[in-house]
């Protein structure tokens, strides 16, 4: 499904990636990991498309992304580093603008935003301009931006920064029925030992090439294969499996 074939980057003379290749098939979350200067945002926008190689291919269905790059984005839900969003609108405005954008047809988005930001517990927040938001709101705001339109790809870039220990958990969550569905899903997380669980596989990047591929287990939705802290949770499991079965796209 979505395949980086043979990567290298240079920023300058800087080398930030050499000879980076691995392949995300439906239904696979890979995790990217590697310690801070490693390449991992560099691999994230030659994904998105935002930066392009110095030599290599990212390849969607076997078709390089730069062929037709806005519709290749119309598949892709992506969360940036870091968040930078119009403080002058409020939440639920830049979401519905980032829908406008990605062609959702209005009901959809309607309930999709309700959903997800009753979900995350946003919705008092909802009508506030977001300079007023905290940083784990913003990045709430963008986690919902990628999600809500249902993408056939994700691509993540330290998606639980800043996030609380329930929406971290929720996010996780959704990640994994995600996979159940069908998406590929790429994460360069901030290191934490639970997200082992996820991963289909993992790359290890260090500085500025590939290092090695691990395989974890199957990243197939599995509820049983949360953690035992969640599932005995029984406020979270009435949010999750009561209030939101539009946003679990079941
Ligand atoms: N715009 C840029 N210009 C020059 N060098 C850059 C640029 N962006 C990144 N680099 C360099 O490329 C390398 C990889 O950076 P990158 O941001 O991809 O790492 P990272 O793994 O995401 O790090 P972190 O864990 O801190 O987010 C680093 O050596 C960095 O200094
Ligand atoms: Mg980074």
Do not use: T
């Given at each position: 499904m979505l395949e980086a074939r043979g990567l290298f980057k240079y920023y300058g003379s800087v080398p930030?990636?050499?000879n980076v290749s691995f392949h995300i098939g439906p239904g696979q979350v890979l995790g990217y990991l590697g310690p801070n200067g490693s390449g991992k945002s560099t691999t994230v926008k030659l994904l998105t498309g935002i930066l392009e190689p110095t030599r290599g291919q990212v390849l969607f269905s076997g078709k390089?992304?730069?062929?037709?790059l806005v519709s290749y984005r119309k598949r892709l839900g992506y969360v940036p580093e870091e968040a930078n969003l119009y403080g002058y609108m409020t939440g639920e405005e830049y979401l519905e603008m980032v829908g406008t954008f990605r062609e959702m047809p209005s009901p959809v988005l309607s309930q999709r935003v309700d959903g997800l930001l009753e979900l995350f517990s946003l919705t008092s927040q909802r009508s506030v301009p977001m300079s007023s938001y905290s940083k784990g709101m913003r990045q709430k705001i963008l986690l919902i931006a990628a999600l809500m339109d249902d993408p056939e790809i994700l691509i993540l870039d330290?998606?639980?920064?800043?996030?609380d220990a329930v929406s971290s958990l929720i996010f996780r969550y959704l990640i994994q029925g995600l996979c159940s569905k069908g998406k590929a899903i790429f994460i360069a997380p901030t290191y934490s030992k639970s997200w082992k669980r996820l991963y289909a596989t993992a790359h290890f990047a260090k500085r500025g090439s590939y290092c090695a591929r691990v395989y974890r287990r199957s990243a197939t939705a599995d509820r049983a294969g949360l953690p035992l802290r969640i599932s005995s949770c029984r406020w979270w499991r009435k949010k999750m499996f009561c209030g939101s079965q539009t946003i679990l796209w079941t």
């Open positions: 930030a990636l050499r390089n992304i730069h062929d037709d330290e998606p639980l920064s800043g996030l």
